[in-house]
């Protein structure tokens, strides 16, 4: 991290000229040992006179050198005006008793599990960003959390799907056991469907696949586009899903349990030391979001720029128990890359 820098002017005394060098020398060297010694100057502290105009630059400069990469966007995730259902339904219609002043609790709303809906956040969000949500799920839960694009008001009987694009966050798979669906095992964690929780993306056309990789993928990946992640009934749970750019091209990645390094202005770092990260999911001049653009997966591709659809259309949250169960998100930030 560089200090901001800006000249601090004084007037003019010869008779002063070998003080303020003196002061100068001292203030640098200063500077160089509480560097190396890890610590950040906010501002320069001087006896010398100065315009309050530089003073305030230099403050400014060196509040701005220890901004961090995001900017959380304070989204009020609680607020259930900020909620609807499917097909723009208002979810106060259906699911008032859900928020609690400290959590989303989330079932079928009395419904069957076969026609539970869903809660989805009004807005959404694209470009380089990151997601972070926490929750718990409770015996019988079938808990999913995904992304879907604002421009569907509903996700299924549409042609648009899956071209627009969809992450799925955290899927489970009792629900879909239930009603015949069991294609999905548990790669990793020598259980059942309860024991994990799985991400996936999807885009280009229904004849897209990943290449399922046993043995070439590091856990928790199980595909070039999707992965495994452990949980238990009870257990908490925290998500981070970056969306960002390197210099391989742009690129999702989702990481478990992330570090969040809190910064001034409401900035933050989000950091894998300790954490669960899933492979880098990129789309670029040899990929399309992990897989070749050929055949059924070629439909959409942009060469990896501007990185449709990820990248360049709105995804809102989505929230759903398709099973018997409950789950409490506990928290949901939206930071936005500096």
């Given at each position: 991290m560089t200090p901001g820098h800006s000249e601090i002017p004084t007037p003019h005394n010869d008779k002063d000229d070998e003080s303020f060098l003196?002061?100068?020398?001292?203030?640098?060297?200063?500077?160089?040992?509480?560097?190396?010694?890890?610590?950040?100057?906010?501002a320069v502290v001087a006896t010398v006179a100065s315009t309050s105009s530089a003073t305030d630059e230099t403050s400014q400069s060196a509040a701005i050198s220890q901004l961090?990469?995001?900017?959380?966007?304070?989204?009020?995730?609680?607020?259930?005006?900020?909620?609807?259902?499917?097909n723009e339904i208002s979810a106060t219609s259906f699911a008032s008793s859900a928020f609690k002043p400290d959590r989303i609790h989330v079932s079928t709303f009395g419904r069957p599990f076969e026609k539970s809906p869903v809660l989805r956040t009004t807005p959404g969000?694209?470009?380089?960003?990151?997601?972070?949500?926490e929750w718990t799920s409770y015996a019988g839960s079938d808990t999913n959390i995904w992304l879907?694009?604002?421009?569907?008001?509903?996700?299924?009987?549409t042609t648009a799907w899956?071209?627009?694009?969809?992450?799925?966050?955290?899927?489970?798979?009792?629900?879909?056991?239930?009603?015949?669906?069991?294609?999905?095992?548990?790669?990793?964690?020598?259980?059942?469907?309860?024991?994990?929780?799985?991400?996936?993306?999807?885009?280009?056309?229904?004849?897209?696949?990943?290449?399922?990789?046993?043995?070439?993928?590091?856990?928790?990946?199980?595909?070039?586009q999707s992965?495994?992640?452990?949980?238990?009934?009870?257990?908490?749970?925290?998500m981070a899903v970056v969306f960002g750019t390197d210099g391989n091209g742009k690129f999702i990645q989702q990481i478990q349990n992330p570090k969040i390094v809190l910064g001034p202005n409401?900035?933050?770092?989000?950091?894998?030391?300790?954490?669960?990260?899933?492979a880098k999911i990129y789309t670029n001049d040899n990929l399309y979001w992990g897989v070749k653009p050929v055949g059924g997966c070629a439909d959409g591709y942009d060469g990896g720029s501007p990185g449709f659809p990820f990248m360049t259309d709105d995804f809102r949250l989505i929230l759903q128990e398709q099973y018997q169960g409950t789950f409490d998100v506990t928290n949901f930030k939206v930071f936005v890359k500096n």
């Amino acid at each position: 991290m560089t200090p901001g820098h800006s000249e601090i002017p004084t007037p003019h005394n010869d008779k002063d000229d070998e003080s303020f060098l003196t002061v100068t020398i001292r203030q640098q060297r200063k500077w160089l040992i509480l560097a190396a010694s890890g610590l950040v100057i906010v501002a320069v502290v001087a006896t010398v006179a100065s315009t309050s105009s530089a003073t305030d630059e230099t403050s400014q400069s060196a509040a701005i050198s220890q901004l961090l990469s995001y900017t959380d966007t304070k989204f009020d995730w609680l607020d259930i005006r900020n909620w609807q259902g499917d097909n723009e339904i208002s979810a106060t219609s259906f699911a008032s008793s859900a928020f609690k002043p400290d959590r989303i609790h989330v079932s079928t709303f009395g419904r069957p599990f076969e026609k539970s809906p869903v809660l989805r956040t009004t807005p959404g969000w694209k470009g380089n960003r990151a997601l972070l949500i926490e929750w718990t799920s409770y015996a019988g839960s079938d808990t999913n959390i995904w992304l879907l694009p604002t421009s569907l008001t509903s996700q299924f009987h549409t042609t648009a799907w899956p071209k627009c694009g969809e992450y799925d966050i955290f899927e489970m798979f009792n629900g879909d056991a239930a009603i015949g669906h069991k294609g999905t095992t548990n790669l990793w964690f020598n259980g059942g469907l309860e024991g994990f929780g799985q991400s996936t993306l999807h885009m280009s056309t229904t004849k897209c696949f990943a290449p399922f990789y046993p043995n070439g993928m590091n856990r928790p990946s199980s595909t070039s586009q999707s992965a495994q992640w452990h949980t238990a009934y009870g257990a908490k749970n925290a998500m981070a899903v970056v969306f960002g750019t390197d210099g391989n091209g742009k690129f999702i990645q989702q990481i478990q349990n992330p570090k969040i390094v809190l910064g001034p202005n409401s900035t933050v770092d989000i950091e894998t030391d300790g954490a669960n990260a899933a492979a880098k999911i990129y789309t670029n001049d040899n990929l399309y979001w992990g897989v070749k653009p050929v055949g059924g997966c070629a439909d959409g591709y942009d060469g990896g720029s501007p990185g449709f659809p990820f990248m360049t259309d709105d995804f809102r949250l989505i929230l759903q128990e398709q099973y018997q169960g409950t789950f409490d998100v506990t928290n949901f930030k939206v930071f936005v890359k500096n």
